[in-house]
């Protein structure tokens, strides 16, 4: 089974987004770059209609500097989903992506069926804090995301062309933004009780962008909350281990 791609434009937005599969709609948000793929979501088509959205600014979405917070790309999302009909969801997000899918279903949790969170950003622990990534050398950031490297080696050419760069600094830059715009704050927690659908905390214990320890800190919050905890393995757990697809379509499914 391969992606296929779909475009919509949404209030004048471009709007890239890949497929896969039949049946309940599953929602994928990306984190903060793209490089990396989707190849571990296809299992999910066995059982799910996925579908992965890049976020404007995002890969092969289009750029959209109107959309200023979190918060209006929850209402992007919200448009998106009415133009393609979608009643309820699944919906499962990495990292940037899983604050993202957290305030969603703050805000709009009746449109939920099930929530994972994947390493998610968002929380401000201080005992825990998440990683300073502008103090990491550019070239070294890939090696953040994964405890065995040679997992997503190949996304990464050696010899990067211009167009490569380009976008991986396109996709710093929107981060950079939404860190600006208060993507990591106390406002979250204050209202995380407000999820009300079952939800898996999926965590790799080698994380080195988002500690592992914050799993905790985000169960109690979330009040019908389970944390699976992965280990060895970093950042991108549903790449490094291949239960953790499996896992999560479990969960979804049950």
């Not at 937005?13 to 984190?31: Q, R, Y």
């Amino acid at each position: 089974m391969t992606f296929n791609k779909e475009t919509h434009t949404v209030n004048g937005i471009k709007v890239a987004m890949l497929t896969a599969g039949s049946g309940e709609p599953l929602v994928f948000w990306h984190g903060a770059g793209t490089a990396t793929g989707f190849d571990f979501a296809l299992p999910w088509a066995d059982r799910f209609r996925v579908m992965i959205p890049y976020h404007p600014g995002w890969g092969e979405s289009g750029d959209a500097p109107e959309l200023a917070t979190p918060r209006d790309y929850m209402l992007h999302y919200m448009d998106l989903f009415d133009q393609l009909g979608l009643d309820k969801i699944n919906l499962v997000g990495l990292s940037m992506g899983g604050c993202f899918a957290a305030t969603f279903a703050v805000e709009h949790g009746d449109r939920l069926r099930k929530l994972v969170l994947i390493a998610p950003a968002g929380l401000v622990v201080p005992e825990h804090p998440l990683a300073d990534l502008s103090q990491v050398p550019p070239q070294e950031i890939p090696r953040y995301l994964v405890e065995d490297f040679s997992i997503i080696e190949k996304y990464y050419p050696q010899a990067p062309s211009a167009e490569f760069q380009a976008a991986g600094a396109r996709e710093g830059g929107n981060f950079g933004r939404m860190l600006e715009a208060g993507l990591v704050g106390t406002w979250l927690e204050r209202w995380l009780h407000r999820v009300k659908v079952p939800t898996m905390i999926v965590w790799g214990e080698k994380d080195r962008i988002v500690p592992v320890q914050q799993a905790d800190v985000w169960k109690k919050l979330i009040p019908q909350a389970r944390v699976l905890r992965v280990p060895n393995v970093g950042h991108l757990p549903m790449q490094e281990s291949a239960m953790v697809p499996g896992a999560i379509s479990d969960f979804l499914a049950t």
